[in-house]
């Protein structure tokens, strides 16, 4: 069985093949002009099975939990922004070397600022990543302070995939 789906965003395509790869359809793409058509095999699906946690070069992480960390803003507490820039800091140089890690990172609103060009916390974040932490930024927050081109770390998400990793974690940490 064939199921052929058309979108004209690059977020949507990547949803549609994540959620098709993990219930184990093989998934191919055609550009047509502006939009993209996926044409989804449904005769090779299977039961569906959690991946385990992957780092950036694909390989399994042994360290990741499926507790999340979710991150609302490039500071912690509210106090101080000098004194929140630290404490963020801190806290994710202190992360790096946490076990378990997370199994994600979320970024909304002002923690994109977090994820992109310029933040003093990069190589933090590239370090979680290569331990095998995924890291998402909201794809609404990135264009609403025009920074999506400006992404280092991490993958564009939407609400969605936001929702399903707040539902299904088994705890949420939120700095």
């Given amino acids: 069985q064939m199921l052929e789906v058309t979108v004209d965003s690059e977020i949507s ?25 996926l044409t989804i095999d449904k005769s090779s699906g299977h039961q569906y099975t959690p991946h385990p946690k992957r780092g950036r070069n694909g390989e399994k ?48 609103n002002r923690g ?21 932490v995924t890291i998402v930024s909201s794809g609404t927050c990135l264009d609403y302070y025009q920074k999506k081109e400006q992404l280092a770390v991490g993958q564009i998400t939407n609400m969605l995939d936001i929702l399903e990793t707040l539902q299904n974690a088994s705890k949420v940490l939120k700095p």
Avoid: W
């Fill in 13 to 37: 395509r990547e949803n549609i093949i994540r959620l098709a790869s993990g219930m184990g359809y093989h998934v191919s793409i055609k550009e047509d002009g502006d939009d993209f058509i």
């Fill in 61 to 108: 992480s042994s360290y990741s939990a499926d507790y999340i960390v979710y991150i609302n803003s490039n500071t912690i507490g509210q106090g101080d922004d000098a004194l929140g820039e630290i404490l963020m800091n801190s806290f994710l140089k202190t992360l790096i070397d946490a076990h378990p890690l997370p199994g994600k990172m979320i970024f909304l």
């Fill in 112 to 132: 994109i600022f977090l994820t992109t060009q310029g933040s003093k916390v990069l190589h933090s974040l590239i370090e979680l990543e290569k331990k095998g």
